[in-house]
């Protein structure tokens, strides 16, 4: 690449030989960067649940599960063809970018060749089954958005490989948008979930080629079958633990959904939008988490290498602050369920409260992983928080083929509650094994956010009967923040480190 673009057109010649100019210039890049992907996805997560609530009421229970299983099933399929390649392209492109088109055109081949298998099993899974047309001919859509998606992580992982993530963020803000528009606008016309599953492919098309386009235009790519023996061993080399780690992960996420429409029959349909609407809700706090996590990872990074203390510090602060947040968001969902899910969904969605107070449970262990993830990457223990992700993805599906039949939709959300709990116990253990950090702070912690979510739970349950859910939410928030400032667990200098890290970073 040309010196200039590098480091930009209007940079003092004498700055090239500056390595703190250099470095700022590097870490401002990465900051800004990190800032586009955390706010696209925040936006995107908060766009996918008011556009889920508003289709899963307009369609109903049994078809929203049609639109969930069709999705579910062409996501686990979906990683048979990328099987790790597009982490391989990001960091084998960030090493030598003069190989983009030599990297970027052996992973295209090898798969075209995969997303046909792929399409493949995925239409004869649904034939075995026994599928009914209508859910059949949903996956066939969801197939193609399925193959459309995939190239279109390849091309933005070699944006990712040259560090530029702000057309990324837009492109997933934008297919949003489009899908949402024009899902509302068509079940406007009729309420057909088929409509739901054409704005994704109109939205996936989109996104297609609008990466595709960047690929060719800003990153100078030529597109050709490309077969180089040497070049795909080494890809697949690199991609293996990548690729196990995918599978994993996507099984971890989806089986569940998929288990419970084979295994229940007739009735799976509605199951799964009944236990998809509280999965989908429980979800929808997970950006928090991620966000936290982008921003530990590098620093984490740094202090493993530098300081074991600083390590441990930066490990349990981010534990304390992740506690409480969600703490207050697990006591307020779970007292006000059946008013937010019957204000949102409506009676016909009664039977997704017991799931939500359930799977709502989870997330304190969702929270907790993902700076415990986070620790272990950046200490090099990636494929002992793979392992753990295997363990936790077996126990759950073992559970599903034993709860589903004797307790349905309710076996799922205690099976996906359990295996959450397993993986953070096994990546707590690991922590161990890294740093020694004050366990007793974190349960301190811990004991005033459960008291003061405690004193937030008795006040809503005793104005629940009289006020809307949507008035409850703000007084409960007040609440359980004054009864954590009162006994000390959340004081001034920490609301203004959370002002500082979350408000001003975007202003």
Avoid at 453 to 467: D, Q, R, S
Wanted: some cysteine; glycine content about 6%.
């Amino acid at each position: 690449m040309p010196g200039a673009r590098r480091s930009g057109k209007n940079v003092n010649s004498s700055n090239h030989n500056n390595p703190r100019v250099t470095a700022g210039s590097h870490s401002d890049r990465i900051a800004r960067n990190a800032s586009y992907l955390t706010l696209a996805l925040t936006l995107q997560k908060v766009l996918s649940f008011v556009y889920f609530a508003y289709i899963s009421k307009a369609v109903g229970s049994e078809e929203i599960g049609r639109y969930l299983f069709a999705i579910s099933l062409t996501t686990i399929f979906g990683i048979l063809i990328d099987v790790g390649l597009s982490p391989v392209l990001t960091r084998e492109i960030a090493k030598d970018r003069d190989q983009t088109n030599t990297f970027l055109n052996s992973v295209v081949s090898i798969k075209i060749l995969t997303a046909v298998l792929a399409y493949l099993a995925v239409i004869t899974t649904v034939a075995i089954i026994g599928s009914p047309e209508l859910t059949r001919h949903l996956v066939y859509i969801t197939g193609i958005v399925m193959i459309l998606d995939t190239f279109t992580l390849s091309f933005y992982a070699i944006l990712r490989g040259h560090q530029v993530l702000k057309f990324e963020a837009i492109g997933t803000i934008v297919n949003k948008i489009v899908v949402m528009g024009l899902g509302i606008f068509l079940l406007r016309i009729e309420h057909n979930v088929m409509f739901l599953v054409l704005a994704i492919l109109l939205g996936s098309s989109f996104n297609f080629c609008y990466s595709l386009s960047l690929s060719i235009r800003k990153m100078k790519w030529r597109p050709r079958i490309y077969w180089d023996r040497p070049i795909l061993r080494r890809i697949f080399i690199i991609a293996f633990p990548f690729a196990l780690a995918s599978v994993f992960m996507v099984v971890f996420g989806y089986i569940d959904t998929v288990l419970l429409n084979v295994m229940s029959g007739e009735k799976g349909n509605s199951y799964v939008g009944w236990y998809g609407t509280a999965y989908k809700l429980t979800y929808a706090f997970q950006f928090i988490p991620i966000a936290v996590g982008a921003a530990l990872f590098p620093a984490m990074s740094a202090y493993f290498v530098s300081s074991k203390e600083m390590l441990a510090r930066t490990f349990e602060k981010a534990v304390y602050y992740l506690l409480v947040i969600v703490i207050p968001i697990i006591f307020g969902v779970f007292a006000i369920a059946d008013k937010l899910i019957l204000g949102v969904w409506g009676k016909a969605f009664g039977a997704s409260i017991i799931p939500l107070q359930i799977l709502i449970f989870s997330l304190f262990f969702v929270f907790i992983n993902f700076p415990i993830g986070s620790l272990l990457n950046a200490c090099n223990r990636q494929m002992r928080n793979t392992i753990n992700l295997g363990i936790a993805m077996s126990v759950n599906v073992v559970l599903n083929l034993i709860l589903i039949p004797a307790r349905q939709y309710i076996g799922t959300s205690i099976s996906s509650l359990v295996s959450t709990i397993v993986l953070c116990g096994l990546g707590l253990i690991v922590v161990d094994q890294i740093i020694k950090y004050n366990k007793k702070y974190l349960f301190t912690i811990l004991a005033k956010t459960m008291i003061s979510g405690g004193a937030m739970m008795a006040v809503l349950y005793a104005l629940k009967p009289e006020i809307k859910f949507i008035y409850l939410i703000p007084i409960g928030v007040l609440v359980y923040f004054i009864v954590l400032f009162v006994i000390r667990g959340f004081g001034v200098q920490e609301y203004r480190r959370v002002y500082q890290a979350l408000i001003k970073k975007f202003t």
